[in-house]
């Protein structure tokens, strides 16, 4: 079975730093493109980031300059870097990965369970 266990979050004042990694364990053949999604009380999940397996990233506007998301093929990991945090950074912010768990098979995606990120003075 497939997990992705997130780990990071916290509280930061403005202008601070965080850094969240997603670990995926399970039954794993290929991980293709993985992301960072973020959902803010009141509001829709958006995709904050992503990155192919060969490691070209996309990324939100609101995001552009302050955060990095790179990934460890060999660790099956992901990571965001985010430097000068605002206060509307602060959501709960998803992993997500499109990856096959045996060869041939369709790629699903997997989702997981979050984590708090809050930009408070």
């Known amino acids: 079975q497939v997990q992705l266990v997130e780990s990071g979050g916290g509280l930061v004042q403005p202008g601070g730093s965080l850094r969240l990694s997603c670990a995926v364990s399970?039954?794993?053949?290929?991980?293709?493109?993985m992301g960072w999604y973020r959902q803010a009380p009141g509001k829709q999940r958006e995709l904050v980031a992503d990155?192919?397996?060969?490691?070209?990233?996309n990324y939100a506007d609101s995001v552009k300059g302050r955060f990095t998301i790179s990934r460890d093929n060999a660790k099956n990991t992901m990571y965001l870097q985010m430097n000068s945090l605002k206060p509307e950074d602060t959501a709960v912010y998803y992993c997500?990965?499109?990856?096959?768990?045996?060869?041939?098979?369709?790629?699903?995606?997997?989702w997981g369970q979050g984590t708090q990120v809050t930009v408070s003075s």
């Open positions: 997500n990965a499109r990856l096959s768990e045996r060869p041939l098979y369709a790629p699903s995606e997997y």
């Open positions: 399970g039954s794993i053949f290929s991980i293709y493109t």
């Open positions: 990155i192919t397996r060969g490691g070209r990233a």
